[in-house]
């Protein structure tokens, strides 16, 4: 299923066409990760801008072909780790490696990424609308666990049990985000840029205008509108998890894309979970996380986590604002 669109919406983007203050602008968007991704970068010099988006492409190329499960593209990439499951040690490339070990190094367990399994008996009843077995879920279920893969961090190896299948969706474009960035920010000519992978959003320096980037965080129940505009400065970045992009529906019920680990059904306890932080992994890793756990949870999480602010709406629709954010989020309505 492809994602057409971004779940954020880009207020007003530095794209002030031509120059300010002989400021040059360049934007480029491609379909990779299985998301649209934008680049906007304003610079000193048009080539070297352009140079810089292009460089920060080939950084998103180069994670997607590491941590891409549905697609070999080269030898130590998530799919071939994915096949080597019960086959003992296999070495991984560095990106895949650094993202299981930032993983294997935080307590939480409503975000796993051994939920390959689960995730494909969902995959095929979304193609034909249809709603697993109970028996089809346990079975797929027990294929999935923290357990199911261990590291060995002196020769950078991955151990997969049997049967077992990690699925990266739930961190992998936050990381590109940063990583594109780092690779952005090392050409002197750009002075700033917002890369947009699908919602996963960070941004450099400040606008031409030298005001806030302003973000449009979307109405999960109408999508077409907004539920407020949050302000980002230099550095920051944001995700959202939502119920309303990868989902389908059987009579009435709607299964997003998002399942609860415990359980193997689809999270029910948020509809949009958004998440501000300096890293755009943090923020991608806690979106997803905060849209599994029970209201309170998560705004505990929210509140015991000093890198991250957040937005979560719940089924409800009620809004949680954390306080850090509540200078910076104006509510639409
Ligand atoms: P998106 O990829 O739509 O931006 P997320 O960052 O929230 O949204 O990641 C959702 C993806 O993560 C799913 O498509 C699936 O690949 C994977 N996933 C689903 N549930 C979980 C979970 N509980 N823990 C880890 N990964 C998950
Ligand atoms: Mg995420």
């Known amino acids: 299923m492809k994602k057409l669109l971004s779940s954020l919406l880009i207020i007003s983007s530095l794209l002030t066409t031509g120059c300010f203050f002989k400021q040059q602008s360049y934007q480029d968007t491609r379909f990779l990760m299985d998301t649209i991704i934008t680049i906007s ?135 590109a985000v940063d990583y594109a960035a780092s690779v952005i920010t090392k050409n ?42 949050l302000e980002m400065k230099n550095g920051q970045a944001i995700a959202t998890s939502g119920d309303y992009q990868r989902y389908y529906e059987v009579n009435g019920v709607r299964y997003c894309h998002i399942l609860d680990p415990a359980t193997g059904q689809p999270a029910r306890n948020a509809i949009s979970t958004t998440v501000v932080s300096s890293s755009a992994l943090t923020a991608d890793f806690f979106s997803t996380l905060l849209f599994v756990l029970p209201h309170e949870e998560a705004i505990s999480v929210v509140k015991n986590t000093p890198q991250i602010e957040a937005i979560i709406v719940n089924p409800k629709g009620e809004i949680y604002v954390s306080p850090g954010l509540r200078n910076t989020f104006t509510k639409e309505k």
């Not at 019960?86 to 294997?104: E, N, T």
């Not at 399994?117 to 995959?123: A, E, L, N, Q, S």
């Not at 996963?200 to 999960?220: C, E, F, H």
């Open 188 to 229: 002197k000519a750009v002075t700033s840029a917002l890369i947009n992978a699908g919602g996963n959003i960070k941004v450099i320096g400040t606008k031409a205008n030298g005001k806030p980037w302003r973000i449009g965080i979307q109405d999960p129940r109408n999508p077409q509108e907004i539920l407020g505009i």
């Open 41 to 175: 970068v304003t610079g000193k010099d048009q080539a070297a801008i352009k140079n810089a988006t292009d460089e920060a492409f080939i950084a998103f190329k180069e994670v997607e072909d590491e941590t891409d499960r549905y697609k070999s593209h080269k030898p130590r990439d998530l799919y071939a780790l994915n096949q080597h499951n019960g086959q003992g040690p296999f070495i991984v490339g560095d990106h895949l490696y650094k993202l299981l070990l930032m993983y294997k190094e935080q307590p939480y367990t409503a975000l796993d990424l051994s939920l390959g399994p689960i995730i494909d008996v969902w995959r095929t009843h979304g193609e034909t609308k249809t709603v697993p077995s109970l028996e089809e879920i346990k079975t797929a279920l027990a294929k999935c666990g923290r357990d199911k893969f261990s590291l060995d961090t002196t020769n950078h190896t991955v151990t997969l049990t049997a049967g077992s299948n990690l699925d990266l969706g739930a961190i992998a474009k936050g990381y």
